[in-house]
């Protein structure tokens, strides 16, 4: 054998010893990549009114609490009607021990939304906070003939309960109320204080109604243990997994919208048919192109890391259980195959949505400018001022301004989903829910919660509504519905976790 051989024969051995070795660790790391499940025995079902759960969900169905601000409140309007629904259908919970705060304690004797406390035994304890709104989004006219069931008729069928609200968020808000009612009948003391919040306003912000129940927590000294809010769901169809998925929401992504507006010189402007190399219009659409050329960095952090720990482990599939126990090494091909759908590359990376185009006035006139809006979401990590530069830097181009739009707002913090207050949520998704696997994640929407974020650490959102991949557009959208076992489920999992989150 020459030298040349040798050399050949070593090398080979050396690139075996070095893929065995790799192999190894590949495998070792998958072997030992620990569940973050909880096994729990199934409660048994809570017994239910279920003929009266449905009767009080269809009356709050039937009022049309489309969001309004409060310059358009009245006296005699839905809101209105809507809180005194609620008072009179569970009087237990507007009176002692409850207390009810609504109206002049948030600004105006018309606000709508409503706090209600339930004292706990040890003031020493800071208290839990569940949330919900009351208001819904609009419906279209031009959508109505499409509805199989009138959007705000409250019917129900052998297997579901229809109309706007049933998914966002009335649901959630109805439940509540149920778990409070059920636990008071059963005469349960709680430990820890009770606030429920109820927002008139979430879909256009909760400026006038959670933001103003967080003021009264700031000017109280009033301290919060934990809040769970909506956003997570259980997934069905939930994608690399055989078992549906209950992911609970740690962190919401932040909100920004910016403007790119291009001006240019009086004398580039007049009639079309002579035009000159370079128009507003031309200037924007090459802005808009930089820009979807040059995405925002994609991490895997954070909330993200933390979804692939809980869910990784849960994977039938053996590559996709190395991959994702070997992020060290397979994080590129991890991010890849996320960033190939829109619902992963959103998970990955503050993402910029080109939404409204405005120029010119006349077919045949040069316009003077031209303006785009952009909708941004921003990732934990990343930043308002950050962003900006980022999109400022890929546009290169002086004659092109970005700026920032009112209203915008930071990505929330992540809430720890190794904390006991995530666990409680988790344990009693799996004492009601037996089938699920359960996973922290980051909110690609919003929520209430933005408006507490000073006031607790331990934030969480989920509602556990189950959804397959065809109902997740009936969000906001057409023939909005949950099947009524899913609800009565929903009323048991509050009970369940109030029940417990109150005595820790």
């Given amino acids: 054998m020459n030298r040349i051989q040798k050399i050949a024969k070593r090398g080979g051995l050396i690139s075996l010893a070095i893929l065995t070795l790799l192999a190894g660790i590949l495998g070792w790391n998958c072997w030992r990549f620990p569940?973050?499940?909880?096994?729990?025995?199934?409660?048994p079902k809570l017994k239910l009114d279920e003929?009266?759960?449905?009767?009080?969900?269809?009356g709050a169905i039937r009022i049309p609490t489309i969001s309004i601000s409060?310059?358009?409140?009245?006296?005699?309007?839905?809101?209105?009607?809507?809180?005194?629904?609620?008072?009179t259908t569970f009087p237990t919970l507007h009176s002692a021990p409850f207390l009810v705060r609504t109206g002049t304690e948030f600004g105006d004797a018309l606000n709508p939304s409503v706090l209600l406390e339930w004292p706990g035994q040890d003031p020493s304890l800071g208290g839990i906070l569940v949330m919900s709104h009351s208001d819904v989004v609009p419906i279209e006219e031009d959508s109505l003939d499409q509805w199989s069931h009138a959007p705000f008729g409250g019917d129900v069928d052998e297997s579901y309960i229809w109309g706007r609200g049933t998914l966002d968020c009335k649901h959630g808000l109805m439940a509540i109320l149920e778990a409070l009612s059920l636990l008071a009948a059963e005469d349960f003391q709680p430990q820890r204080t009770i606030y429920f919040a109820m927002g008139h306003d979430?879909?256009?912000?909760?400026?006038?109604?959670?933001?103003?129940?967080?003021?009264?927590?700031?000017?109280?000294?009033?301290?919060?243990?934990?809040?769970?809010?909506?956003?997570?769901?259980?997934?069905?169809?939930?994608?690399?997994?055989?078992?549906?998925?209950?992911?609970?929401?740690?962190?919401?992504?932040?909100?920004?919208?910016?403007?790119?507006?291009?001006h240019i010189d009086s004398n580039q402007v007049g009639h079309a048919s002579m035009p000159p190399?370079?128009?507003?219009?031309?200037?924007?659409?090459?802005?808009?192109d930089r820009l979807q050329a040059s995405p925002l960095p994609a991490r895997i952090d954070g909330g993200l890391r933390d979804t692939i720990r809980f869910l990784g482990p849960e994977m039938p599939s053996l590559s996709s259980r190395i991959a994702m126990s070997n992020l060290w090494l397979c994080e590129p091909l991890v991010k890849h195959k996320l960033g190939a759908k829109p619902s992963g590359?959103?998970?990955?990376?503050?993402?910029?949505?080109?939404?409204?185009?405005?120029?010119g006035v006349r077919s045949n006139v040069l316009p003077a400018y031209a303006k785009a809006t952009l909708n941004i979401r921003l990732l934990p990590g990343d930043s308002i001022e950050g962003v900006l530069a980022h999109l400022r830097n890929a546009v290169k181009d002086e004659r092109v301004e970005v700026v920032a739009l009112p209203n915008a707002r930071e990505a929330s913090p992540v809430s720890s989903s190794d904390a006991e207050a995530f666990?409680?949520?988790?344990?009693?998704?799996?004492?009601?829910?037996?089938?699920?696997?359960?996973?922290?994640?980051?909110?690609?929407g919003a929520t209430d919660t933005?408006?507490?974020?000073?006031?607790?650490?331990?934030?969480?959102?989920?509602?556990?509504?189950?959804?397959?991949?065809?109902?997740?557009?009936?969000?906001?959208?057409?023939?909005?519905?949950?099947?009524?076992?899913?609800?009565?489920?929903?009323?048991?999992?509050?009970h369940r976790y109030l029940s417990t989150a109150a005595t820790k």
Wanted: aromatic share 10%.
């Fill in 423 to 444: 666990e409680l949520i988790q344990k009693s998704a799996v004492e009601v829910f037996p089938d699920v696997v359960v996973a922290p994640f980051v909110l690609v």
């Fill in 450 to 494: 933005v408006h507490y974020t000073d006031l607790c650490q331990n934030i969480y959102r989920f509602i556990p509504t189950r959804l397959s991949e065809r109902d997740t557009k009936r969000f906001h959208g057409i023939d909005e519905r949950i099947g009524r076992e899913n609800y009565f489920d929903i009323v048991r999992f509050f």
């Fill in 277 to 288: 190399g370079e128009t507003a219009v031309s200037i924007l659409a090459t802005a808009i």
């Fill in 70 to 87: 409060m310059a358009r409140m009245s006296e005699e309007g839905v809101h209105q009607q809507f809180r005194h629904y609620i008072e």
């Fill in 345 to 359: 590359n959103a998970l990955l990376r503050s993402t910029v949505a080109p939404t409204m185009i405005e120029a």
């Fill in 35 to 43: 569940s973050q499940q909880i096994a729990l025995a199934p409660l």
């Fill in 202 to 262: 979430e879909e256009i912000l909760g400026r006038e109604g959670n933001r103003k129940i967080a003021e009264w927590f700031r000017s109280r000294g009033r301290r919060i243990h934990s809040i769970l809010d909506e956003g997570g769901c259980i997934f069905t169809e939930f994608p690399g997994l055989d078992r549906p998925a209950a992911l609970i929401g740690v962190a919401e992504k932040g909100y920004l919208e910016a403007e790119v507006t291009v």
């Fill in 51 to 58: 003929a009266e759960v449905l009767s009080r969900f269809q």
